[in-house]
Every structure is written in structure tokens, then in C-alpha cells.
């Protein structure tokens, strides 16, 4: 049996049409069904559904074979125990710096001052900074780091952005970027060599969809 995990949502979305090219059809849609491990049209093929961050931990152990999982959550994950065979190009966006509109980040940080920085990026953000000879205070959140600036909480966020939507809608502008993201397919080593017989033409399937 061949464990793929993969989170709802956006994740999900775009992983479907890579496997419907490589024939892969899931037998529930999870955003209707409860159940947290789906069965596909094939038989030695499940899916298990788990949080986006989690996706890594899981393949890692050895608990699923492979996963999808963005750059962002790897990076902060350290990427340890885990073959990146394939950049699959979906759920792309930006991980940036942003302020309040009317902040001047760039005299902030010319006069040194000591920022307060909210993320759900924390090992991410300390390297950042680190590599500007910035000093921050870093703040842990868990999601909405939008809401953090307005409130006085913090006066930057490290915070993935695509559309730029989200950012206007609560008066922040991006001040600097730190990574493209995009979705990667991962595997756990152990398995890809107890497994490479069912293993690497899947691989090469999903390869070959999303090359185009
Ligand atoms: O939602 P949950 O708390 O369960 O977990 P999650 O937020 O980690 O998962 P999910 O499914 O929301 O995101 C999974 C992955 O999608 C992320 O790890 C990224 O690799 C990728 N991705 C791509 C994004 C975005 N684009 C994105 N725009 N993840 C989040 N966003 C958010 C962003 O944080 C911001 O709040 O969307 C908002 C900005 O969007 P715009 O279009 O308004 O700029
Ligand atoms: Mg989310």
C-alpha cells in the first residue's frame, strides 16, 4: 500500500488535476466527506488527509510514503528525513516582510531599531534577519498575521501573500521578499527504496503533469 498525504484546501485543489493526469482518482471529495483517509481507483493507493504543516512530519516517520507540501512549511521544518524529488509548481506564492502602510521600514531599519516581527515562520524569519545583521523580537502566531500590525502587536509579519488582496484589504504593504513558494512533492527515503517498484512510476507520472 502507497500513503500519499496531502492537507485540504488549496493543497488538495491543485494536487487533484496532477493525479487525474497520472490516472489517480480519489474515491471521496474531502471537503464533503469526513474521513481522513480516502481510498483512489487504485487499489494500492490511499490518500491521508492531515494540516498543511504536518504534511512533512508525517512523511518523515515513514507514516505516508509521500506528500505535497509548500516551501514555506519545509523550510520551517528543516526538510530532515525527506527526498524532494519534484518542485510541482502549484499553490504558488510569495513569503515577504509588511508593514502598516504609512511605516518607513527602511528608516526603521537604517536607524537599527529593534523590530517586533509576528509569523507562524519563526525559524524562517530568525534567518532572514540574522542574514541582514537585523535584531527582532519574534513573535509566534499561529494564522491571520495580518490582524497583528493593526493592533499593536507587532510592527512587521513575515507572511505569505499571492494576490496582494489580503495585504490592501488591511492597509499593509510588502517591504521585502524572502522566498517564491511553491508546492513540493516529498518522499521518505526508506520507502522509496522498500517501495521503488510502485513508488518511482508515480513519481515520474506526477513529474511528467506538472512539466506540462
Ligand atoms: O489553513 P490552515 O491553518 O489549516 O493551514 P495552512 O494555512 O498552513 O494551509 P493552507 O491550506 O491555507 O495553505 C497551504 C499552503 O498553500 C501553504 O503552506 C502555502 O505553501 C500555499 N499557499 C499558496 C498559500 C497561499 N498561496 C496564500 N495566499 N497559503 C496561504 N495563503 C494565505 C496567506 O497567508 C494570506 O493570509 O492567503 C492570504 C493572502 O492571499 P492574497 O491572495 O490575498 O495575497
Ligand atoms: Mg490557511
Known amino acids: 500500500m502507497i500513503t500519499l498525504a496531502l492537507a485540504k484546501g488549496r493543497i488538495f485543489e491543485e494536487t487533484l488535476p496532477l493525479l487525474a493526469a497520472a490516472g489517480i482518482v480519489p474515491a471521496e471529495d474531502p471537503e464533503t466527506s469526513r474521513k481522513l483517509i480516502l481510498g483512489t481507483n487504485r487499489a494500492g493507493l490511499r490518500l491521508i488527509l492531515v494540516r498543511a504543516a504536518d504534511v512533512p512530519t508525517y512523511v518523515q516517520y515513514g507514516a505516508a510514503d509521500l506528500g505535497v507540501a509548500g516551501r514555506d512549511l ?8 525527506l527526498y524532494q524529488p519534484l518542485d510541482l509548481g502549484i499553490a504558488k506564492c510569495r513569503m515577504v516582510v509588511a508593514v502598516p ?6 528608516a526603521a531599519v537604517k ?10 515562520y519563526i525559524g524562517t524569519a530568525r534567518e532572514h534577519f540574522a542574514a ?3 535584531h527582532v523580537d519574534l513573535i509566534k502566531l499561529y494564522g491571520s498575521m495580518e490582524l497583528a500590525p493593526l493592533v499593536g502587536l507587532a ?24 522566498m517564491p513558494v511553491s508546492s513540493r512533492l516529498v518522499v521518505n527515503p526508506a520507502s522509496l527504496k522498500l517501495k521503488r517498484e510502485a513508488l518511482a512510476p508515480l513519481i515520474e507520472a506526477l513529474r511528467k503533469a506538472s512539466h506540462g
Not at 536607524?111 to 507562524?120: C, D, N
Open 74 to 81: 519545509l523550510a520551517e521544518h528543516g526538510g530532515q528525513g
Open 101 to 106: 502602510e504609512d511605516f518607513d521600514y527602511a
Open 111 to 120: 536607524r537599527g531599531a529593534r523590530l517586533r516581527v509576528a509569523t507562524k
Open 155 to 178: 510592527d512587521a509579519i513575515v507572511d505569505l501573500v499571492d494576490t496582494g488582496g489580503t495585504l490592501k484589504a488591511n492597509r499593509l504593504k510588502a517591504v521585502e521578499d524572502i
Open 132 to 134: 541582514k545583521g537585523m
